[in-house]
């Protein structure tokens, strides 16, 4: 039996969905043994790997020796990297002392040492990777690898032909953690739009949870998910979204659920630059009245669709 081991970390500032899609990975590997290794961090959700049944191996800190002396400890066939500060010298100090073979996931196109490659984004392009791979490294890019939970293969069955005359739901998702604290400013601008119902999507992570909540508690138009395992549903449920250019639009996507994009942080990039080459709706950063521009645009062009 092959034993994996996946190197991946979640908090309160880096977000959740390093961990989120790993665990998605994880579940093509059925005849494996799986181990977790992450760090404790603030706000993290460790939680989630145990409770999906994985052995979890927490490290106390990301030095290089730390993971080769757990990786030989486990025997590892497999080592899975899911990580931002995990770069080419790194890998290739793994590569030199260990047998394990390297998979890494990449947003953002950096140099790596490994054997399969995956950018599981709608905009990734393979042929970037040309000089930033090893030659016989295998690259799985693209939609038709993107790393979705399978309430979205349940959910996306059940779409029907979007006919939307009139907006009614509108879905708030800016990252488990919303670390640009941005969630807020975005419901008061919604709120420049009547008859309109809100849902908001964040986790327990997010360390404004409790501002969000006050900020709610009075309105009724706005409802609150916390750790929803529906997000598919909303999102089938919604007329469109507001969201981040991260994994919420390749989820969004894939439910062909109308959006607009607010980036929120660098590694966004590229998602950015796609989406807008796309002529989708974009924004390079939250701004109020732009942001009410686009929706009174949206609602307007489905109105007079």
Do not use: W
């Not at 970390?9 to 093509?28: E, N, Y």
């Not at 040492?113 to 599981?120: A, F, Y």
């Not at 327990?204 to 009724?220: A, E, F, G, V």
Request: overall charge positive; some cysteine.
């Amino acid at each position: 039996m092959t034993n994996i081991l996946i190197r991946a970390d979640s908090s309160s500032k880096i977000g959740i969905g390093h961990i989120m899609r790993s665990l998605v990975l994880a579940t093509f590997f059925k005849k494996s043994n799986i181990t977790f290794a992450s760090l404790n961090l603030k706000g993290n959700i460790n939680h989630k790997i145990l409770e999906n049944g994985y052995a979890l191996k927490v490290l106390q800190s990301n030095k290089k020796e730390d993971l080769l002396k757990l990786i030989n400890e486990l025997e590892c066939d497999l080592l899975i990297i899911d990580h931002y500060e995990i770069n080419h010298t790194y890998e290739s100090y793994i590569k030199k002392n260990t047998s394990a073979s390297i998979m890494c996931i990449d947003d953002t196109y950096e140099k790596h040492n490994c054997d399969i490659l995956i950018n599981h984004n709608i905009y990734a392009d393979e042929k970037r990777y040309k000089k930033l791979v090893p030659k016989k490294c295998e690259l799985l890019c693209g939609s038709d690898y993107t790393l979705l939970r399978d309430e979205f293969h349940i959910q996306s069955k059940k779409i029907k032909p979007r006919e939307v005359k009139k907006i009614k739901k509108i879905l708030v998702t800016m990252g488990g953690t919303d670390h640009s604290n941005i969630n807020v400013k975005i419901l008061k601008t919604l709120d420049n739009f009547k008859n309109i119902k809100v849902n908001i999507v964040t986790s327990s992570s997010n360390k404004n949870l409790k501002h969000l909540k006050s900020y709610i508690k009075s309105k009724k138009c706005l409802t609150l998910h916390v750790d929803s395992s529906n997000i598919a549903k909303l999102m089938r449920q919604s007329d469109f979204a507001i969201i981040s250019p991260s994994v919420s639009a390749n989820e969004a996507y894939y439910m062909k659920l109308p959006f607009i994009a607010i980036k929120t942080a660098q590694n966004q990039n590229e998602m950015y630059k796609y989406l807008k080459s796309k002529n989708l709706l974009v924004l390079k950063r939250f701004n109020k009245k732009e942001l009410k521009k686009k929706v009174s645009n949206l609602i307007k062009s489905i109105k007079h669709a």
